[in-house]
Structures are given as structure tokens and as C-alpha cells.
């Protein structure tokens, strides 16, 4: 083989490890807490039983839900890369992305019964949030509004008990010993800074 070749490929094996050595390539240990305050506000807009507070806590769920099948993306990307080494996972940008167009994303990664339930689930709420936004100025919709944000907030809570199942799931198996022997394997170097990474951000959801 060509010595170009070889430095080529060196190259292109050193970015993705350093790639996925990077803490910035896996969720902040503390999205949880971020999305839990944001999460407290729309219970707030939510409870004060007006049409505005409901229209207002759908919006923020939704934004919510987006959050999440972001960062489902992110793991099952570093998931997928860790696994396909020493080939390339392209990464295509989610911010400004639809939900639609990222949950398609989602379900060209990884799936499961309970990763399709997720987000079969975000295509509901998804559905049900453009029709209550699209009808808000029609005569008589008030009522149906309301109706319509409440099933909102059920199936938003649906959604997010699911995503903590998954996340959570998908540590587990990361963390498996068996796991990172196998990644040594593959990678050809010590697995134990990736081990450490993934072990940090063991968090309770």
C-alpha cells in the first residue's frame, strides 16, 4: 500500500477516535436538569387552566420533545460510530431541522419496539399540535382547544417517561465490560477513555 494511503487512512482513524473521545459528542451530563426547569415552566402555563397557558404549555412541550429526539440522535450516532469503526457515520446538523424530518433521522439509526413507540408518540403530539395551532381561529374552537391541549400534556408525559427508559437503556449496554473489550478490539487501542467518558455520564433521570 502507498505510503500516502496509509498516512490517509492514519488520518481519517484519528478523527473519528478523537471524534468520539470528545465529551461535546455525548449529552451534557446536566441536559436533564435543563430540560426538567424548562418542563416546570410549561406545567406552570399549563395549570393556570387558561387558553393561553394551555396554547402556551403545547408550544413548550413541543420544543421539548424536539430537545429529546436530538439528543436520541446524538447517542445513537456515537452508539452506530462506535460500532462501524473504522468506517464513517456521515452527521447531517438537527438545529433548524422539522420534528418530522429528524424523527426520520431517528429511525434510520436504531430500532426497537420502544425507540418506534417514542416516536410513533412524537408524531402524535406532532399531529395534534399543528391541528390545535391551525384551528385556534376558527368560531367555537375554544372548547376543542382545550380539549386538545389536555391530550396534548398526556401524551407529552407518555413521551418523556419513554425517552428516560431509552436513554437509560442505552448507557447500560455502554457500560457493559463485555462491551468495551469488544470496542477494544475493533478500535486497536485502550477503550478506557472511552470507558471513563460513558461512565460520567451516568445519570439519574
Request: a positive charge; aromatic letters at 10%.
Amino acid at each position: 500500500m502507498p505510503l500516502k494511503t496509509i498516512n490517509k487512512n492514519e488520518e481519517f482513524r484519528t478523527e473519528i477516535l478523537n471524534d468520539l473521545s470528545k465529551r461535546c459528542n455525548f449529552p451534557d451530563v446536566g441536559f436533564a436538569q435543563k430540560l426538567d426547569k424548562i418542563e416546570i415552566e410549561a406545567e406552570r402555563m399549563f395549570n393556570t387552566k387558561t387558553v393561553e397557558g394551555y396554547i402556551s404549555s403545547m408550544i413548550i412541550y413541543h420544543q421539548l420533545i424536539d430537545e429529546l429526539i436530538k439528543i436520541l440522535i446524538s447517542c445513537f450516532r456515537y452508539y452506530v460510530q462506535l460500532r462501524l469503526f473504522p468506517y464513517k457515520i456521515n452527521k447531517r446538523k438537527t438545529n433548524g431541522k422539522l420534528t418530522r424530518n429528524m424523527l426520520e433521522e431517528l429511525s434510520s439509526l436504531i430500532l426497537n419496539p420502544k425507540i418506534e413507540l417514542f416516536i410513533n408518540k412524537c408524531y402524535e403530539f406532532n399531529e395534534l399540535r399543528n391541528i390545535t395551532v391551525h384551528r385556534l381561529m376558527k368560531v367555537n374552537s375554544v372548547n376543542s382547544t382545550l380539549v386538545k391541549c389536555k391530550m396534548a400534556k398526556t401524551i407529552f408525559d407518555e413521551i418523556f417517561k419513554i425517552f428516560d427508559e431509552i436513554y437509560l437503556e442505552i448507557l447500560k449496554s455502554m457500560q457493559n465490560k463485555e462491551y468495551f473489550n469488544d470496542i477494544e478490539k475493533t478500535l486497536g487501542i485502550d477503550s478506557k477513555k472511552i470507558e471513563n467518558l460513558i461512565n460520567e455520564l451516568k445519570i439519574k433521570l
